[in-house]
């Protein structure tokens, strides 16, 4: 069966970098996109963007560019999110999802805390 | 761009039927096609409708989707409330190729 499984919590603390990993299993990784999308903490989900799992380029939301880096491992089946220069309101939880033909599957979240 | 508003939350009994909506502020509701996730307390977003009313395999039918054109709105309904079913749904639709989700709804079965 499919299953997107992420790499464990993080804490952080501010200016510092964090590469969240997010493993594929289950079907062929270069079939199909990989979305991005944060919660933060009580609140809704935010889209942060996708990346072609084919081509590797990515395509990034409005609020997500500059600091924030998708990119692939084909070789592992593998997407990473890297978030440089971290603040505080970057303390969310970060879900990769595989958009296919009958929805969306998505990984359990990695929870990225930035504190002093 | 546009937005996708939903209700903050609603409740209903265990067997009876609720409604969630999700109104598009600009653009037709049916130009693009609408997700529906569901996200129990502690866990990842699963599908339960996607293109509007189609149900994954493993979700009941209690669950259906329909959009209403004269409001621009999209709608998941759910039949015989169970208290599993407690947990907050978004509502998802693309523009151009980017995801914009609702706000979400918290749904209480009490």
């Known amino acids: 069966q499919v299953q997107l499984v992420q790499s464990g919590s993080e804490l952080k603390k501010p200016g510092a970098s964090v590469k969240v990993s997010c493993k594929a299993s289950?079907?062929?990784?270069?079939?199909?996109?990989m979305n991005w999308v944060r919660q933060a903490p009580g609140q809704g989900l935010e889209w942060m963007g996708w990346?072609?799992?084919?081509?590797?380029?990515?395509t990034y939301a409005q609020g997500f560019t500059g600091r924030f880096v998708f990119s692939l491992d084909t070789s592992v089946n593998t997407a990473y999110l890297q978030i440089s220069n971290l603040k505080a309101e970057d303390t969310a939880l970060y879900y990769c999802?595989?958009?296919?033909?009958?929805?969306?599957?998505w990984g359990q979240g990695t929870l990225v805390t930035v504190s002093s | 761009n546009f937005m996708l508003t939903q209700p903050h939350s609603v409740s209903e009994s265990p067997g009876k039927t609720v409604t969630i909506s999700c109104t598009r502020s600009?653009?037709?509701?049916?130009?693009?096609?609408v997700q529906w996730y569901q996200q129990r307390p502690g866990s990842s977003p699963t599908t339960v409708i996607y293109?509007?009313?189609?149900?994954p395999s493993g979700v009941p039918d209690r669950f259906s989707g329909s959009i209403d054109s004269s409001s621009n709105s999209a709608s998941l309904t759910i039949s015989g409330l169970k208290t599993e079913d407690e947990a907050d749904y978004f509502c998802?639709?693309?523009?151009?190729?980017?995801?914009?989700f609702g706000g979400g709804t918290k749904l209480t079965v009490l």
């Open positions: 999802a595989r958009e296919y033909t009958s929805g969306s599957d």
């Open positions: 289950g079907y062929t990784f270069t079939t199909y996109a």
């Open positions: 990346i072609n799992t084919d081509t590797g380029n990515p």
């Open positions: 600009s653009g037709s509701i049916a130009s693009d096609s």
């Open positions: 293109e509007i009313n189609q149900r």
């Open positions: 998802q639709s693309y523009d151009n190729t980017n995801w914009v």
